[in-house]
C-alpha cells in the first residue's frame, strides 16, 4: 500500500487530537495506518488515491442504503436550496415524528438531538426526574455514547458501586451507575433485590452491537421487563444502531418487548448528525417545555437531517427491503464460515437484520463481554489487514459489528468472499 494515507495522518495529528474525530478511527484496535477516504458510492468507499474498498462500516451504521443514494442526495440537495437551519419548528420534524411513532408502537412522542450520546443522556435524565431516583443500571460491554454517567464499568464486587472508565468522570457521578454482566438473568434478579426501589432506569442495547456483537436470550429481556415494571423502573432501549437496522420495528419488534423509551440515532438521519429519544406520552410529557427536565438543541431537528430521514424511510418502507438486507448478511457469513473450516480456522459469525458479527473462537458463541473478550484479536487483526489490502473494507476492532447495505451486490459478496479464501488460507500457514 502507498504511503498517502501515512503522510495524510501524519499531517491531521498536528493539529487534530489523535489525528482523528473519533478514537476507533485511528486503528488502534487492529493497528497500522488509517484509511483516509475522499468519496464513497454504493457499497465503496474510495481513498485518496481513488482505491476501492467494498465498505462494511457503512459510517458505522447510518449508510444502509449504500453510500451516496441519488433519492438521499437529491433530497438533502432540495433541502439545502431551502436554507440550512432555522432555530424554529419545520413541517419536516413532525412528518418524521409521525413516521417513527407509526413505525414503532412503543412511541408516543420523541424529541430530536444531534447525535446518539444526546439522546442517551437526555433519555437518562428524564427517567431521573420522572421518578425522582438517581441510580441508574447498564450492562458491560454495551456502548450508549459518551457523557459521564455512561462511561462506566462496574466496581469490584459485583453489585458494586460503578466506576468511571473515562479520566474526567467524577467518582460522584459514577456511583450512580450500576453495571451488571449483559445477557444474565440472575445478575439482573439480584441487583434489583438488593436496590429495585432507587433505580431510575435500565439502559441496554437490545442486541449489543459495540461488543462485537451479542443477541441476548428472550429470557433476559422478559427478566428485564418485569423487573422494571415490578419496580417502576423506566426501560430504556438503546436502539442508536439496532434502530431500522435489524428490521422496520427495531430489536424491540424482534424481541416482542414494549420499553418505555427508545433512542435512535445513525440510520434515522441517513449520514447526518442525529439522534431522537422518545416512547411513553406520560414519561415523555415531563421534557420541557411540558414539564421540568431540560432538554434542548440549537440544531435539534435540523431540516436537513430531517429531510434526509424522511427520504431514507421512504426506502425502507419499501415491501421486502429487510428480507433482501438479511438474505445478503446470511450469504456472507455463512459462507466465511464455511471458508474457515475449509481452511482450518477457529471462526464463527452471528447476524440479524442487517448486521453481523464475526469471532476467531474455538468456544461457543460469546453471550456477553468476557466471552467476547475471549476471542483471538491478534487474529482478527491479521484477518482485518488482510482484507483491507485487498480491498474490503472492515471495521477496524474485534469489539465492532459489521453493516451490509441494500447496494452490496452479488458481486461485492463474493468478491468479499474470494478475498477470505485467500487471507484464511494465508493465516493457515503462518
Ligand atoms: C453509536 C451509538 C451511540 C452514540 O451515538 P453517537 O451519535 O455516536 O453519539 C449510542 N448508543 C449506541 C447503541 C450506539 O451504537
Given amino acids: 500500500m502507498s504511503n498517502a ?3 495524510l495522518f501524519n499531517k491531521a495529528k498536528i493539529h487534530i487530537a489523535g489525528g482523528v474525530n473519533s478514537p476507533v478511527r485511528a486503528f488502534a484496535g487492529v493497528g497500522g495506518t488509517p484509511v483516509f477516504i475522499s468519496r464513497a458510492k454504493g457499497s465503496k468507499i474510495y481513498d485518496t488515491e481513488n482505491n476501492a474498498y467494498i465498505d462494511y462500516v457503512g459510517s458505522w451504521g447510518p449508510m444502509i442504503l449504500g453510500h451516496s443514494h441519488p433519492h438521499i442526495i437529491e433530497a438533502v440537495k432540495k433541502a439545502c436550496d431551502d436554507g440550512l437551519s432555522f432555530g424554529a419548528p419545520t413541517p419536516f420534524e413532525t412528518t418524521i415524528a409521525d413516521k417513527i411513532c407509526e413505525l414503532i408502537p412503543s412511541i408516543e412522542l420523541i424529541r430530536m438531538t444531534s447525535s446518539g450520546t444526546e439522546a442517551t443522556m437526555s433519555a437518562i435524565r428524564l427517567a431521573r426526574g420522572y421518578t425522582g431516583r438517581d441510580k441508574i443500571v447498564k450492562f458491560e460491554g454495551c456502548y450508549h455514547g459518551h457523557s459521564d454517567s455512561l462511561l462506566v464499568k ?3 464486587g459485583m453489585l458494586d458501586i460503578g466506576e468511571p472508565t473515562s479520566k474526567g468522570v467524577p467518582a460522584d457521578f459514577a456511583k450512580h451507575t450500576l453495571t451488571l454482566p449483559y445477557n444474565d438473568k440472575q445478575a439482573l434478579i439480584d441487583c434489583f433485590a438488593k436496590f429495585g426501589n432507587e ?3 435500565v439502559i441496554v442495547e437490545p442486541v449489543a452491537g459495540n461488543m462485537n456483537m451479542v443477541i441476548p436470550s428472550q429470557d433476559f429481556h ?9 419496580n417502576e423502573a423506566v426501560l430504556i432501549f438503546d436502539e442508536v444502531m439496532t434502530g431500522f437496522r435489524v428490521g422496520l420495528g427495531g430489536a424491540q419488534a424482534h424481541f416482542g418487548i414494549t420499553p418505555d423509551l427508545t433512542t435512535f440515532g445513525k440510520i434515522i438521519g441517513a449520514g447526518l448528525p442525529v439522534g431522537a429519544f422518545g416512547g411513553k406520552r406520560e414519561i415523555m410529557e415531563h421534557i420541557a417545555p411540558l414539564g421540568g427536565v431540560y432538554q434542548a438543541g440549537t440544531l435539534s431537528g435540523n431540516p436537513l437531517a430531517m429531510r434526509a430521514g424522511i427520504a431514507m424511510f421512504e426506502l425502507l418502507t419499501q415491501d421486502g427491503f429487510y428480507d433482501k438486507l438479511s438474505e445478503k448478511v446470511v ?10 473450516k475449509e481452511a482450518g480456522i477457529a471462526f464463527k459469525t452471528t447476524h440479524l437484520g442487517g448486521m453481523f458479527g464475526l469471532y476467531f473462537t474455538d468456544n461457543d458463541l460469546p453471550k456477553n463481554f468476557d466471552e467476547v473478550s475471549q476471542c483471538d484479536d491478534k487474529k482478527f487483526a491479521t484477518f482485518f489487514h488482510g482484507m483491507l489490502e485487498r480491498g ?4 477496524p476492532s474485534a469489539f465492532e459489528v459489521g453493516f451490509m447495505s441494500s447496494e452490496h451486490s452479488q458481486e461485492d459478496l463474493d468478491k468479499t468472499l474470494e478475498t477470505a479464501k485467500e487471507v484464511f488460507a494465508n493465516m493457515a500457514q503462518a
Avoid at 392 to 395: D, F, G, N, P, V
Wanted: with cysteine; hydrophobic share 40%; charged share 15%.
Fill in 5 to 7: 494515507n501515512q503522510i
Fill in 154 to 156: 462496574a466496581g469490584s
Fill in 199 to 201: 433505580i431510575a432506569c
Fill in 222 to 230: 422478559n427478566t428485564l421487563r418485569q423487573l422494571c415494571t415490578d
Fill in 331 to 340: 450469504y456472507l457469513t455463512d459462507n466465511l464460515e464455511k471458508l474457515a
Fill in 392 to 395: 474490503i473494507y472492515l471495521a
